[in-house]
């Protein structure tokens, strides 16, 4: 069965200090890929999403997103992060042949410390 | 409305009872979805609908579980005689193709089993 494996359950840093959360996934067809935050008390909102083209992805707040391809991974980064960035992040996979469902993988809680 | 919303927020049971939570879709968002997120985990799927169409309920766990969108707007998911494992987040989502069927998420209802 095809799986979604982040490989950082908790991350804990500093304001400014650069970020880089890793996702990899075991389906070999075509894929879209997207990563999700969610904020203390909020709901799931979208961060940036990858379908095609340019494999190097910018979406809100700073954060991009490289697919690459041989690797099967769509690592998620930030330069810079600040306290606002405290939140848990997921990394999603949709195989194209699977249909619309996501396959999520099961979180990175990152905090920032001030 | 502007986003995904779902009722209630908070359910508590007693097991044995039976539940039903409702999710009101961004309007004209064709594709509705159903996932499930137990503590500490990321989401899985449970179903599936296009307009009134439920197209995939592979990921339902048990034939307690079933869920409708008799109008192909508002979905109610209903959980038989709940059990203490059912306890979890409830968090629906929609689509359209006009996004790329990029998933947009409601807030969740969370289900505790007593």
């Known amino acids: 069965a095809q799986s979604v494996s982040q490989h950082n359950h908790h991350v804990i840093l500093s304001e400014a200090a650069s970020l880089e959360l890793g996702c990899n996934y075991s389906y070999g067809g075509t894929v879209n890929l997207f990563w999700y935050v969610q904020y203390p008390g909020q709901h799931l909102q979208l961060l940036l999403k990858y379908f095609s083209g340019d494999p190097l992805v910018k979406g809100i707040k700073g954060f991009e997103a490289e697919f690459i391809k041989s690797k099967f991974s769509f690592n998620l980064r930030k330069p810079s992060v600040q306290w606002s960035d405290t939140a848990e992040y997921f990394c999603a996979v949709r195989p194209k042949a699977a249909g619309n469902k996501l396959t999520f993988g099961g979180g990175t809680r990152v905090l920032v410390k001030p | 409305g502007a986003g995904v919303s779902q009722s209630p927020r908070y359910k508590v049971a007693k097991r044995g009872q039976d539940v039903a939570l409702r999710c009101d879709p961004i309007s004209g968002h064709v594709s509705l979805f159903w996932y499930q997120q137990a503590l500490g985990q990321g989401p899985e799927f449970l179903t599936y609908?296009?307009?009134?169409?439920?197209?995939?309920k592979s990921g339902l766990p048990s034939d307690r579980f079933f869920a409708e969108r008799p109008e192909g707007s508002v979905s109610t998911l209903k959980i038989q005689r709940t059990q203490q494992e059912d306890s979890a987040v409830y968090l629906c989502?929609?689509?359209?193709?006009?996004?790329?069927?990029?998933?947009?998420f409601g807030p969740g209802t969370r289900l505790t089993v007593l």
């Open positions: 989502a929609s689509s359209s193709p006009n996004e790329r069927e990029t998933q947009f």
């Open positions: 609908f296009q307009n009134e169409a439920q197209l995939d």
